[in-house]
């Protein structure tokens, strides 16, 4: 077994594998991991959670993928950000320089803030497909399901109202927004995108955004109006779930970690 103290951490192989060598251990160990943490294998699970467990088992979700995918370490031993304190370091290391350690942490800071990003998108589109609906919440959605079945295209805002006004015959609890409303919350088929859970209205606007970016295609950026508009839809959406997280549990937002 190795001698090294800091591998016994249940993230680093600690003594040689007959059978799986050069790396093929940990890569095999690391595959299990992003296979359990996958989008589909998250959304089957929240899909089948009975609603009481549905926020425990979404916020262990996020803690651990965040952990031993974006941070590489177990979650038993991470937290959400990690501080380094320059003249924290073990002794066989040498102390950094302020212009050193300032370097490394940018770069860290940068990777980090890029995965954690791409980690709430991909949980917000997850918050979006499982989320435990009200019995109301559940008609407006039947309602718009058979009537983009029937139109074969997005809804209109005219069209979204019928929607609830349809859904309020069956369910006199339901109340039909305004068309102001309806305008402020966004199109309406962000709206109702958003009701039949998923934001993949807007990812594919970013996605062609970058696209024609790659391509050198600059007038992309000329389409100001709407950039704004979706940066505004894209806030609200977070807004909304990051209320909806925080409202069912606060996890540790910062660990001490040594540099």
């Known amino acids: 077994m190795s001698s090294d ?23 095999a160990y690391l595959d299990a991991w992003r296979s359990f943490y996958s989008f589909d294998n998250m959304k089957a699970v929240l899909s089948r959670a009975h ?36 003249k924290s370091r073990r002794a066989t290391f040498s102390r950094e320089g302020r212009l050193a350690h300032a370097r490394r942490r940018v770069i860290e800071i940068h990777r980090y803030l890029r995965d954690a990003l791409r980690l709430a998108i991909e949980m917000e589109e997850l918050w979006l497909q499982t989320r435990k609906r009200s019995e109301t919440e559940r008609r407006i959605v039947e309602e718009l399901t058979r009537m983009r079945k029937e139109l074969r295209r997005d809804l ?15 369910m006199p609890s339901v109340e039909v927004p ?14 109702a995108s958003r009701l039949l859970g998923s934001r993949g209205e807007l990812a594919q606007f970013w996605t062609d955004i970058r696209r024609r970016l790659r391509e050198g295609r600059i007038e992309a950026l000329l389409r100001v109006d709407r950039i704004v508009w979706n940066g505004v839809r894209e806030s609200l959406l977070a807004v909304e779930f990051m209320s909806a997280l925080i409202s069912r549990g606060r996890p540790n937002l910062s660990r001490q970690a040594p540099g």
Request: overall charge positive.
């Open 51 to 86: 609603p009481d467990n549905y926020w425990d088992i979404f916020l262990n979700f996020l803690w651990y993928k965040n952990s031993a995918l974006n941070e590489g370490a177990h979650p038993m031993i991470t937290g959400f950000f990690p501080l380094k304190d320059r």
């Open 156 to 170: 209109r805002i005219r069209e979204l109202q019928l929607a609830y006004a349809r859904a309020k015959s069956h």
């Open 178 to 191: 305004s068309r102001l409303r309806l305008v402020l919350e966004g199109s309406a088929s962000f709206h």
């Open 5 to 27: 103290f800091n591998l016994f951490d249940s993230f680093h192989e600690a003594m040689p594998h007959q059978n799986l060598k050069d790396g093929a251990w940990t890569r």
